[in-house]
């Protein structure tokens, strides 16, 4: 049996593309919407309150696939010059169950994240739509950046952080990017929305946001967490990226079903079968919709063995 090789985030890099990766991340939801993936919802380890080790584990059926990412989560890594989240991915032979490689996987998480916003933009967006705001502007805001602009034309993009250095920062990188001296002014008129920040109370609140608009959520992954008023949510046409996880781990959901707003049949589709046109992604041209991101297993273990297999 060959020494199983570790691959580093370098590597990993140059075996990504994101334009691969998006369509890549389309067949996996595709294939996971329609029970092609075998995958329990991903047990969380509370370290501490701003901490968290999370396990994802799945078997791609179709590939065939199989591996899981071990996570961590820990917002003080921020005052230590760290990134806050971290992650390895362990690929295994389907065949045997043989351990084929140890990848990092810090950089597919955050790619494979983009990746999967860039594909609920391409069936979920307005044809039309010219204006980005990206509400952030950490390491999800540069990934967003990029996969955003490869499906749709954006004439106007806009970001506001809620730390001025670190959005001057991140303009001074994206020259084409406009800063916005405030979360509402980001939204005004934006037909795009990408929350991509660690906050866990709404960033953008109902009425800012214009009829027509699809709005991304990838941050607020535990159950008492929110990133979007609830008003906005009930407002809106939801797709996710799988039922079970966000009736689990979405406080944008479970808080809201909580409170009365709405029931778990809010939930309209999950994006694999958006993906595979058993589900709508939005009715017409004035219907919001928004995308709520928690990440998928499958998605980690497509992404690592298509770094396996450019070996």
Known sequence: MNTPKWIGEEEVRERLPMPKLIDLM???LASFSTAQVE???????E???DAFFGVMPAL???TPALGAKLVTVFGSNIAKGLPTHLATILLLDPATGALLTVMDGRYITEARTAAVSAVSTRYMAREDASVLALIGSGVQAHSHLEALTLVRNF???RCWSPTRSNLDRFV???PQVQPADSAQAAVAGADVIALVTASTTPVIQNEWVQDGTHVIAVGACRPT???IDPKLVARARLIVDSRAAALKESGDVVLAIQEGLFGPEHIKGELGEVVSGSCKGRDNTTQVTIFKSLGLACEDVAAADLVFDLI
Do not use: D, K, W
């Open 225 to 227: 967490h929110r990133e």
């Open 26 to 28: 389309a067949e996996t």
């Open 60 to 62: 791609i059926r179709t």
């Open 155 to 157: 004439r106007e993009i």
């Open 47 to 49: 370290v501490a309150s």
């Open 172 to 174: 001074a990188e994206h």
């Open 39 to 45: 995958q329990p919802v991903r047990t969380v380890v």
